[in-house]
């Protein structure tokens, strides 16, 4: 994406990031396709969702994130692969953690059960909606837009 529209562009993601107040996951789930609410988190660039599940199938490779405002004028999606978290991997309970702070904060209720799963979405290819223009994005401009201190020390650096 162009610099003069990624400054443009930019403050728009990082608040849906803040203050978004509805997120949806599309993905498919026990050999159905399924949409649920999801509360969110990033971390590195990734994405991190708590999902129900109900059976033993093995989880869709790619899932599609929607993330908006209030008003529904400003919305990004994100077309991601998919992995499972297990319990084993060393990420498991800091992102478990890291969702039940946000869940308390907007006052949703975390339930862990044993059929429920951990998703990491890692973005593909993303759109950003917002006053009727339409933007494609890329991971970069998404980890430049949430993380602008890092991307700087590392332009400076080369």
């Known amino acids: 994406m162009p610099e003069s529209i990624f400054k443009q562009v ?3 993601i990082l608040r849906l990031h803040q203050q978004a107040i509805r997120s949806l996951i599309a993905t498919k789930c026990c050999d ?12 590195d660039g990734r994405y991190y969702v708590w999902l129900p599940c109900m059976g033993k199938s093995p989880q869709s490779e790619t899932g599609i994130l929607l993330i908006e405002d209030e008003d529904g004028n400003t919305r990004l999606s994100w077309v991601a692969d998919t992995r499972e978290v297990k319990q084993k991997d060393s990420l498991y309970n800091r992102v478990v ?12 209720k975390f339930i862990q059960s044993a059929n429920a799963r951990l ?10 909606t917002t006053n009727s223009e339409d933007f494609s994005l890329s991971p970069h401009d998404l980890m430049k837009a949430l993380y602008p201190a890092t991307h700087q020390i590392g332009e400076f650096a080369l």
């Open 10 to 12: 930019s403050l728009d």
């Open 32 to 43: 159905e396709c399924e949409v649920h609410d999801a509360v969110f988190i990033t971390l």
């Open 97 to 108: 953690s890291a969702l039940q702070r946000k869940m308390q904060r907007t006052k949703n």
């Open 119 to 128: 998703l990491e979405l890692t973005p593909q290819q993303g759109r950003l």
